[in-house]
């Protein structure tokens, strides 16, 4: 099966700091769809952002933003000026042809 | 809003108990999915269903089963029950279009077999 790979398991940020998290993807088709969602502890998941494989331009929400390189099938979530709200379970997903994929998921933790 | 909502947020169950897990949507919306999410896998899609009397296998259908009878409403059914299908169950909706679109998630349910 195609899959979404989140290396880091875990981490960690100082309010205020900017954090990267990482993820990739395998698939064989030229358009698709790359999202990151955000499950904050007991509560539901929400889109931070969503990104078209078409686009070249990054997608950007306020304070998040990506950084899409197709050739490397890398999807990574820059949060800037992390704030303690950010803390949350953050899951990478990839959509083509009626197929979802979610990554494992990269728990981030901001600390005051 | 959309909302999503979901009939139980904690259930225990016995093994070999029929479970019924309910999802409603108050948003019109064609598509519905049921995941299940466990540590260090992620969200596996279980089933999904992009019409009435529709389904779709997904990923790990297995032991489960789904009925779709309204728009609104996607019920996820555990035949008999069984201690690995212990974890959080989550289900979702988008609007006609597909998975390409955003997906809106009820609060889950964390379902444990005993």
């Known amino acids: 099966a195609q899959t979404v790979t989140q290396s880091q398991p875990e981490m960690s940020v100082q309010e205020a700091e900017t954090v990267t998290l990482s993820c990739t993807y395998d698939?064989?088709?030229?358009?698709?769809?790359l999202f990151w969602y955000k499950q904050p502890p007991s509560r539901q998941m929400i889109l931070v952002i969503r990104?078209?494989?078409?686009?070249?331009q990054n997608a950007t929400e306020n304070r998040f933003s990506v950084n899409f390189q197709k050739a490397a099938k890398s999807f990574s979530l820059k949060i800037s000026d992390s704030q303690l709200g950010d803390t949350a379970m953050y899951f990478c997903?990839?959509?083509?042809?009626?197929?979802?994929?979610f990554g494992a998921g990269t728990r981030l933790t901001v600390k005051p | 809003d959309v909302k999503v909502t979901q009939s139980s947020r904690y259930l225990v169950k016995r093994t070999g108990e029929k479970v019924f897990l309910e999802c409603v949507q108050d948003?019109?919306?064609?598509?519905m999915f049921w995941y299940r999410q466990d540590p260090g896998l992620g969200l596996r899609l279980i089933y999904f269903?992009?019409?009435?009397?529709?389904?779709e296998k997904g990923d790990i259908p297995e032991g489960y089963s789904v009925s779709r009878e309204k728009k609104e409403r996607f019920s996820l059914i555990l035949e008999s029950a069984s201690t690995n299908q212990t974890s959080m169950y989550l289900c979702?909706?988008?609007?006609?279009?597909?998975?390409?679109?955003?997906?809106?998630f009820g609060p889950g349910t964390r379902l444990t077999v005993l």
């Open positions: 269903s992009y019409d009435v009397k529709m389904k």
């Open positions: 948003m019109d919306h064609e598509n």
């Open positions: 997903a990839r959509y083509n042809n009626n197929d979802m994929r």
């Open positions: 698939t064989s088709e030229s358009n698709y769809y």
């Open positions: 979702a909706s988008t609007p006609d279009g597909g998975g390409y679109n955003e997906q809106f």
């Open positions: 990104q078209e494989a078409y686009k070249q």
